[in-house]
């Protein structure tokens, strides 16, 4: 089963608590948040494209196009006919917590560039205690910036520890 990025780290213990044998658990680890999609492609949309002769525009943006506020702030990006969220959620400093919990799967979610060099530095992840060095590695290589939010019980596009209960 996969938990939906939505639902933080209580709600997944009290899950896997109730878990049947057999069953693989998966937490989307790391990626941009899928928010809605559309029946036209925003991209063809806003170069005044026919839905029907797109011209496969969306090409010209493999990564999206990124969204800001009136305040410049980061918000979305339009990637064809989905909306997503602008950070990249990531959930590299709760692996010792998912670990814990019985996770079997963490999904990476590809971006255009150093996909790569993302998974090498999950899978390292996996295997110490030291995240720091890793996680300064990894936010080096997002196109926007991290989240976590909603994994640790906060706004989806906050980014930090659990809150305290």
């Given at each position: 089963?996969?938990?939906?990025?939505?639902l933080?780290?209580?709600?997944?213990?009290?899950?896997?608590?109730?878990?049947?044998?057999?069953?693989?658990?998966?937490?989307?680890?790391?990626?941009?948040?899928?928010?809605?999609?559309?029946?036209?492609c925003?991209?063809?949309?806003?170069?005044?494209?026919?839905?029907?002769?797109?011209?496969?525009?969306?090409?010209?943006?493999?990564?999206?196009?990124?969204?800001?506020?009136?305040?410049?702030?980061?918000?979305?990006?339009?990637?064809?006919?989905?909306?997503?969220?602008?950070?990249?959620?990531?959930?590299?400093?709760?692996i010792?917590?998912?670990?814990?919990?019985g996770?079997?799967?963490?999904?990476?979610?590809?971006?255009?560039?150093?996909?790569?060099?993302?998974?090498?530095?999950?899978?390292?992840?996996?295997?110490?205690?030291d995240?720091?060095?890793?996680?300064?590695?990894?936010?080096?290589?997002?196109?926007?910036?991290?989240?976590?939010?909603?994994?640790?019980?906060?706004?989806?596009?906050?980014?930090?520890p659990?809150?305290?209960a």
């Open positions: 089963w996969v938990l939906p990025v939505e933080g780290l209580e709600t997944l213990q009290d899950l896997q608590a109730q878990r049947p044998a057999g069953v693989e658990t998966e937490v989307f680890a790391l990626g941009r948040l899928p928010l809605a999609y559309s029946a036209r925003y991209t063809a949309r806003s170069l005044n494209l026919p839905k029907d002769d797109c011209q496969f525009k969306c090409i010209d943006y493999p990564d999206g196009r990124l969204l800001k506020t009136r305040e410049k702030q980061d918000f979305l990006v339009l990637n064809g006919i989905q909306t997503q969220s602008a950070l990249t959620h990531q959930v590299l400093d709760q010792p917590e998912l670990k814990g919990l996770v079997d799967i963490l999904r990476i979610s590809p971006q255009f560039n150093d996909t790569i060099k993302i998974i090498d530095i999950f899978h390292k992840a996996l295997f110490t205690n995240l720091t060095s890793l996680h300064d590695n990894l936010t080096e290589l997002l196109p926007v910036g991290p989240c976590n939010g909603y994994l640790v019980e906060r706004a989806g596009m906050d980014h930090g659990q809150q305290a």
